[in-house]
T-cell receptor, first 109, second 118 residues
């Protein structure tokens, strides 16, 4: 079993829909990252969180430390949100990140 | 505002050839990383560095070498290219302090190098 599991692996939705991507992990962590990889390949850091909830524009990230689970939500989705969304965790005391396999999101107009 | 710069963007190598993937950052970050991303797979850590003169192996270091002579540069060397090294390579950096809230700072990625070994 991978240390970081994302679901779903692929998600297709219509423009305007509310999107949820999930990330579960099996180790104690000091931080969890959400990253976005555009179709062209570039990777951008969206959020880094260790507790609670963060919001940036239409994106919201939450984390439940007790349940070892995080969610990334996108409100009023748009075709430009189409990308691969990657969850990564840093274990407590570790210097390295462990990455999930990513969720490929496609938003159709 | 260059951030993390990787060169080249694309490269085709023959089996047995060698090459160096260049990575430089201008944010004075002490941590730098090399990842590879195979189709449909998550990012795998090849090597990382916590500061100039210090490097350490990641999950998949075989077939690669790195050096970190300056804070800015972290080149990745492939000595004898093999088809299994066909991948997209990403360099990343972060400002990780040994203490305090900035220990978990965001990662900044380069745009990637697409390498094909035939």
């Amino acid at each position: 079993k991978n240390e970081v599991e994302q679901s779903p692996q692929n998600l297709t939705a219509q423009e305007g829909e509310f999107i949820t991507i999930n990330c579960s992990y099996s180790v104690g962590i000091s931080a969890l990252h959400w990253l976005q990889q555009h179709p062209g390949g570039g990777i951008v850091s969206l959020f880094m969180l260790s507790s609670g909830k963060k919001k940036h524009g239409r994106l919201i990230a939450t984390i439940n430390i007790q349940e070892k689970h995080s969610s990334l939500h996108i409100t009023a989705s748009h075709p430009r949100d189409s990308a691969v969304y990657i969850c990564a965790v840093r274990s407590q005391g570790a210097q390295k990140l462990v990455f999930g396999q990513g969720t490929r999101l496609t938003i159709n107009p | 505002n260059a951030g993390v710069t990787q060169t080249p963007k694309f490269r085709i190598l023959k089996i047995g050839q060698s090459m160096t993937l260049q990575c430089t950052q201008d944010m004075n970050h002490n941590y730098m990383y090399w990842y590879r991303q195979d189709p449909g797979m998550g990012l795998k850590l090849i090597y990382y560095s916590v500061g100039a003169g210090i490097t350490d192996k990641g999950e998949v270091p075989n077939g690669y070498n790195v050096s970190r002579s300056t804070t800015e540069d972290f080149p990745l060397r492939l000595e004898l290219a093999a088809p299994s090294q066909t991948s997209v390579y990403f360099c990343a950096s972060s400002l990780d302090a040994r203490e305090g809230s900035s220990y978990n700072s965001p990662l900044h990625f380069g745009n990637g190098t697409r390498l094909t070994v035939t």
